[in-house]
């Protein structure tokens, strides 16, 4: 009998630790991913912006876990080595509250937000047609891995910062140099590398093409685009990548 229960009891400890792998093991995936929509930066009416920052863009599917590991810590003791431009040397998280770009004389306020009710980056609020969000739970502006997202309005009435930006003749071009600033003064600068459309009907969200907290460091604003009267939605989302000046 005495070897029937140590048989038994040894069974039990070995599905015990069987479950506790798996347990640890699905924890791990769930942490590697980040949301899958990305703001509606868009305003549906033509002189009222009346849109919300929803899940219904790339990846209107739902959203997945968050990562625990994104590089988001600020307020760094070190020296801050600075280029006679004002721009940073050493790339360094920092909290922006000011966004400029020097060519397009844009200077906007930066608004740090999480996610909103549908599980995407948040965009600013609807009547905020200039200012910048930038989302708060996934690397920061100045980290040396992954993209740090920015969003911003595009209105229907073409009054927005996201208008100016897509602007054929006078908007954002490569290498246009783009500068966010900290309440401290502390200034990381960014350039234009490259412009990317991307179609909500073929967007996979399980791309890194937006969301990414690994691989090298990028900046990336996104806005709405192609607004579609029939749906009364946008069919695309415009992808700006930018380079960070300071060296990792």
């Not at 792998?21 to 924890?27: D, H």
């Not at 490259?194 to 996979?204: G, I, N, S």
Request: glycine share 8%; charged share 15%; hydrophobic share 35%.
């Amino acid at each position: 009998m005495r070897k029937k229960y140590v048989v038994g009891s040894s069974i039990l400890l070995v599905l015990v630790l069987i479950a506790v792998i798996v347990a640890v093991q699905q924890s791990r995936s769930n942490t590697a991913q980040g949301p899958v929509g990305v703001p509606t930066t868009a305003a549906t009416a033509d002189t009222t912006p009346t849109a919300t920052a929803s899940n219904v863009g790339p990846g209107s599917s739902g959203s997945q876990a968050l990562p625990a590991t994104a590089e988001t810590s600020v307020g760094s003791t070190a020296p801050t080595r600075v280029a006679a431009n004002g721009c940073m040397l050493d790339l360094t998280p920092i909290v922006p509250t000011k966004f400029s770009i020097d060519r397009m004389k844009v200077n906007s306020p930066v608004l740090s937000l999480g996610e909103d009710e549908s599980g995407a980056a948040a965009a600013p609020p609807k009547n905020a047609s200039h200012s910048v969000a930038w989302w708060k739970n996934g690397p920061a502006i100045g980290s040396s891995k992954g993209h740090a997202v920015l969003s911003i309005h595009t209105y229907q009435n073409g009054q927005a910062l996201g208008n100016e930006l897509y602007d054929q003749s006078a908007g954002f071009k490569t290498n246009d140099l783009v500068r966010l600033v900290d309440d401290q003064g502390r200034t990381q600068c960014y350039t234009l590398e490259k412009t990317t459309k991307v179609w909500v009907k073929d967007y996979d969200p399980n791309s890194d093409v937006l969301y990414k907290f690994d691989g090298a460091p990028r900046a990336v604003i996104v806005i709405c685009w192609d607004y579609n009267k029939s749906s009364k939605e946008w069919d695309s989302r415009i992808l700006y990548y930018l380079k960070p000046v300071a060296q990792g």
